[in-house]
């Protein structure tokens, strides 16, 4: 299976930039870019971006709208030559169906946009690809306990699923800095003697190699 890593943070705290350190290993990743065009550095890093079906003639709702793009991204994934994929600002998966379907009455909308988002992460965990790596940079938001939590549309990915217990790496990014452990700020996690410090550069190069070296991983930019 390949393994999906959950890298969260406010926006501007770094998690973007922190690709900056495959500048040396364009060929190990490969970015699927859901709302912006560009990275935050001057690379040559491939950034693939989610074409817009809004202007597709045959689609025509805004749930086969979402269904195209997460069949998109899976495909993207799955084709992918390189073992080190990112999906850059992922939360806005969850944000543009929300807004596609905002005149929709009822809660069934809520559900669509749970579920999508949630096969998502159940899928790529089921991909018979077991040294690729699929990276979701996604903002985080208080909890309301003070506490830095993924940030999701409605309250059924927080209440029936929490989105970070799908993860066995879970990264927070703050003031370009990583925490790969909970301070009581962050719900951060790491499997035990991953990392050597709870604090670490926010280098996803690091990262990147890192877990390959810990689960016996091939294909990375460290073996590039």
Not at 58 to 68: L, P
Not at 106 to 127: E, P, S, V
Not at 165 to 183: A, K, L, S
Not at 191 to 218: A, C, H, Q, T
Request: negative net charge; charged residues 30%.
């Amino acid at each position: 299976m390949a393994i999906p890593v959950l890298i969260i943070g406010r926006s501007g705290s770094g998690k973007t930039y922190s690709l900056k350190g495959f500048n040396d290993f364009t060929d190990s990743i490969g970015v699927i870019s859901v709302e912006k065009a560009r990275l935050p550095f001057k690379s040559s890093i491939k950034v693939a971006r989610i074409p817009k079906y809004e202007d597709s003639p045959s689609i025509q709702t805004a749930a086969q709208i979402s269904q195209a793009r997460y069949s998109f991204v899976e495909r993207a994934i799955k084709s992918a030559k390189c073992k080190t994929i990112v999906i850059d600002d992922s939360q806005y998966l969850l944000a543009d169906e929300f807004f596609d379907r905002a005149k929709e009455n009822g809660y069934q909308k809520f559900t669509d946009i749970a579920l999508n988002f949630r096969n998502l992460i159940h899928n790529i965990n089921n991909m018979g690809e077991d040294d690729k790596i699929v990276y979701f940079l996604h903002h985080s938001e208080d909890d309301g306990a003070g506490r830095e939590k993924v940030k999701t549309i409605g309250k059924m990915l927080d209440e029936k699923l929490t989105v970070e217990g799908c993860f066995d790496v879970v990264i927070y990014c703050r003031d370009q800095r990583f925490y790969t452990q909970g301070d009581g700020i962050s719900s951060a996690k790491t499997p035990e003697g991953m990392f050597d410090s709870v604090e670490i550069p926010n280098d996803l190069k690091l990262v990147d190699d890192k877990i390959r070296e810990y689960w016996g991983l091939n294909g990375g930019g460290a073996n590039a």
